[in-house]
């Protein structure tokens, strides 16, 4: 029985992204603290320059302050990345770019709000999901989904919570995918096909790639995602394990009577080849229909010693 292959599965998404990741250039922590603490005693000495100098009143005071405050400001600019860890940087709500490169880092603007994210893998596991498979029997099924951020602006600025966002579209994609094939081939016409129960490959990588359409808006990468659970829902699950035991039970069956008729026609091959015993067609008759209850029968046979001819 061939696989068929997955298919790309498309939504209707738009393709349009406005938000990009951009490198934000930064300066060595350790250097920024060098030059912020070297600013110290300049500051000291403007304040007793203007103190002692015409430049009083309301301007020489204002200045002070100013840079006073520029300079408690300037310990925002500090910011500590670790590994497989991002921070996106805004200036008065516009996207100003983002710094990836691990270490201690000292921003020149100290306005800067900041936004921590995680590159680092994560999982999903989905509820339970009720649904009908294609032939319209109502299943459980539930996946379990590794992603992980690739794009920082994109996770943060294109959607509104990128972590219900993964819920959400990994649910619906797993939705989708259930209803496309039957959860096991029984029926005539899935014969050769793809089923959820017996093609775990196949429905895993289908899977992957509809997830990971619907979350590339999102910045996401989907790693892998596969089926976690899958069962009949609880009204048909009884009668469905009936349809498979009785399905078995007539495979078992068909191969106990093709190999009784095969150990009839060898005993009477040989019998025949090697003149034992002469028998015509009712003793044939009656022989072959002795020999098949032996060895069809579910039970043990009896057996019934006739010490006379066989005619009596």
Known sequence: MQSMPPQQTT??????????????????????????????????????VSYVSPITGFVGGFLQLALAILWFLQWNSYLIINPNEAQALQF????????????????????????KISFRIRNFESAKLKVNDVNANPIEIAAVVVWKVVDAAEALFEVDNYHGYVQI?????????????????IEDKDIGGVALSSHQEVIAQELQLSVEARLKRAGIEVLEARISHLAYSQEIAQAMLRRQQASAVVAARSEIVKGAVGMVELALEQLSDKNIIELDEDKKATMVSNLLVVLCSETDTTPVVNTGTLYQ
Not at 178 to 183: E, G, Q, R
């Open 11 to 48: 939504v209707s998404l738009s393709d349009e992204i406005m938000f990009k990741d951009r490198e934000k250039t930064t300066i060595n922590g350790f250097l920024g603290i060098a030059i912020h603490w070297l600013a110290v005693p300049g500051l000291i000495l403007f304040l007793f």
């Open 92 to 115: 008065f709500g516009k996207y100003a770019g983002t710094v990836q490169k691990e270490g201690f880092h000292f921003l020149i603007n100290p306005l800067y709000q900041k936004q």
């Open 169 to 185: 579209q990994s649910e619906a994609a797993l939705r989708a995918m259930a209803t496309k094939y039957p959860y096991d081939i």
